[in-house]
């Protein structure tokens, strides 16, 4: 528990040739997907240790997959707040009635024996996690393939544009958790 493991990699026997461990590790592994395991990280520590809920232990509600939005008070709790100003970004459409065009192409394109995981609340917070990351270090210019590096189809992230309104959100939540380091 409370780790980060990022050596995982396909065996050797799903390459066409013999291939060295650190070279599937590069290509097949944990390299570029720091951000996303962080994401899982500051979402379970923060939920767990710093606004703790006894009854959602994840600042996300973790492995849920209940697109509805949980309602707590920015002043009281504001890293749930802003975890669930995302969420609701992700999840709804702006009426808030019909699913976002980002979950409709996650529900069409992904088979349904894998749909439950890739619509878990903590699994769309680490992509957009990831995909901001990745989207704050393009703004500087620097591009660092460890930290952030696309492992998913397209499909299973947010578009620019679509990306666009939850960076402001996610500036507000990395602003709380700042508050504690």
């Known amino acids: 528990t409370n780790i980060i493991n990022l050596t995982r990699y ?49 600042l996300s509600d973790g492995r849920s997959t209940d697109p509805r939005r949980i309602t707590y008070d920015a002043a009281k709790m504001p890293m749930r707040y802003w975890m669930e100003e995302i969420l609701e970004k992700a999840y709804w459409d702006k009426s808030k009635t019909a699913d976002s065009s980002y ?46 590096k696309t492992k998913y189809h397209a499909i299973q992230y947010m578009t620019p544009t679509e990306l666009k309104t939850v960076v402001p959100l996610f500036d507000k939540l990395l602003l709380q958790m700042r508050k504690h380091f």
């Open 10 to 58: 396909y065996e050797e026997n799903r390459f066409d040739e013999p291939t060295e461990k650190k070279v599937r590790f590069v290509f097949s592994g944990g390299v570029g997907s720091f951000a996303h395991e962080y994401g899982h990280f500051l979402d379970y520590f923060f939920g767990a240790r710093v606004e703790a809920n006894p009854k959602v232990y994840a």
């Open 103 to 148: 979950v409709r192409r996650i529900r069409k394109a992904i088979p349904k024996q894998y749909l439950d995981y890739f619509l878990r609340r903590n699994e769309i917070f680490a992509r957009l996690f990831e995909q901001y990351v990745g989207y704050k270090l393009q703004e500087m210019k620097i591009q660092n393939i460890f930290l952030t």
